[in-house]
């Protein structure tokens, strides 16, 4: 279904805490998502991504437009999309193990004996089995950000957002959860839309990736990277390196322009 | 051994811990002792330590003061009760929505600064000389406090938290429940904790109306006879109930929220 996620028209401004000043963060903005695509949203920082994110999973409410997802039109947060943040949110009162089940504990669409089920499926999806009994406050940032994914997966949310999920992590790690989170894509075949400052992670995760302009967020480029690079080689790692740099260094220059936007206007 | 006294905070063992903690109450006594002692102050005002400990015994042979230990840590414990079936509800309201917090939050802040002492004569007013202006005493002197820290304590409960459970299907009555309560459920044991302590405080002022039992009756009544010792030993049974209180809310918490260790 390629108009799975659809935003229509939607626009958002801040105002300052006295209210006499405005600032607009998303202009009136159209896009389409397919069913089972992972779209990377990139752009400078503070442009507007993460706002467009969070209005898409309803935890903000747009001044206009609409989003509608399999053709239901959508207004607040609920488990159809799940959404993992950069900060860690796995509840540090919980087992890594009770994490995860936490991403069951809403559903009704499953009996106890699945939620245990669908529990464990996750656990080991993450590697995290062995750890399991372990508070999440005694494992790295990198564990505690597998186990909010599979806390996420869990819920089966038709949607996956994720804001820079892997930005607080150390390179070694990112690149562990970058290849594992492809393999979770090619096993789930989630849509997911992801934010990120960082242009490789976007080319090596991303069937689209679609550019913003310097705040207020407006589309300036949308690039299919299964054009240009089949995801099966990024994946095993075949990929074609000197249209992979290409790619990365026309996708540097567009934000280098975007940013100088942003800096013209300080 | 010295030299790890003095690293940044460096946590020292148990022993160490409580090694220290009786160095600091001995050295007290000791000044107290040495002070005592050389007569600059005389003893109506300052007895020595050992006349304490002595009119501490007394109190229990020639009185009935068990009993008033227990008349006073059941009226805190009780007034300390109802501060918290009344606080922590409305404490959560007011953090979590906003118009529960602009409704109470200015009144809670204007009482809050009303000294305790001064609403005395009218809690005696309204409620009589009986229990329940003794109650009522207590109860205003740490209800009001207890609801900000608790409406504080839920604030400061990461909102990455509360979006992950709207995300994955929770209403807001289930975020409550599985979310937020346990999230702020350690800062608020704490706040429970120091506001116990101002409970306690709070105790002489509400056992001096018109009261015939109780820790701070004793206090008050064997102060008009300058028994300087026995009215020090009843301080001092205070003190000592209070660092027990504090001690069981600290273990309690410590095995209560044992996963907040690294």
Known sequence: MDNFIEIKDVAKTYWSDDGTSETKVVLPLSMTIAEGEMVMFLGPSGCGKTTLMRIVGGLETPDQGTIHLHGDRLAGPDRRRGMVFQSYSSYPWLSVRDNIKFGTRYRKDITAQEKEEVTDHYLNMVGLAQYAGFYTNRISGGMRQRVAIARTLASSPDVLLMDEPFGALDAQTREYLQFQLMDINKAEKKTTIFVTHDVEEAILLANRIVIFSSRPARVVREIHVDEILPMESRRNGTADMDRFFKLRAEILDIIRAEYAHTLEGV | ?262
């Open chain 2, 1 to 262: 051994m010295f030299k790890s006294l003095f690293a940044f905070r460096k946590p020292l063992s148990r022993r160490t811990d409580l090694a220290l903690g009786i160095i600091g109450f001995a050295l007290f006594l000791c000044a107290w002792e040495v002070t005592a002692r050389s007569g600059a102050i005389r003893p109506e005002f300052l007895p020595s330590p050992v006349a304490v400990v002595q009119a501490f015994i007394g109190l229990f042979v020639e009185r009935d003061f068990s009993s008033d230990i227990v008349i006073s840590v059941g009226r805190v414990w009780f007034a300390f009760l109802l501060s918290m079936i009344v606080a922590i509800p409305l404490g959560l309201l007011m953090s979590t929505y906003r118009f529960v917090g602009a409704i109470l939050e200015p009144f809670v802040d204007f009482v809050r600064y009303l000294p305790v002492p001064a609403l005395v004569p009218l809690l005696v007013i309204w409620f009589g000389v009986g229990e329940t202006s003794k109650i009522a005493v207590l109860w205003m002197g740490t209800f009001f406090q207890l609801i900000l820290m608790i409406s504080d304590d839920t604030k400061r409960v990461p909102v990455e938290f509360i979006e992950s459970g709207q995300t994955l299907g929770g209403s807001n009555g289930q975020i409550m429940r599985h979310v937020i309560i346990p999230a702020a459920l350690p800062n608020m044991v704490d706040s429970l904790r120091i506001t116990m302590g101002w409970c306690w405080t709070y105790l002489i002022v509400a056992e001096i109306v018109a009261a015939n039992s109780g820790i701070g009756h004793v206090i008050w009544s064997l102060r008009r006879f300058v028994k300087t010792p026995e009215v020090m030993a009843g301080i001092i049974t205070i003190g000592i109930i209070g660092l027990l209180t504090d001690q069981a809310f600290r273990y309690a918490h410590a095995r209560l929220f044992s996963y907040l260790r690294r």
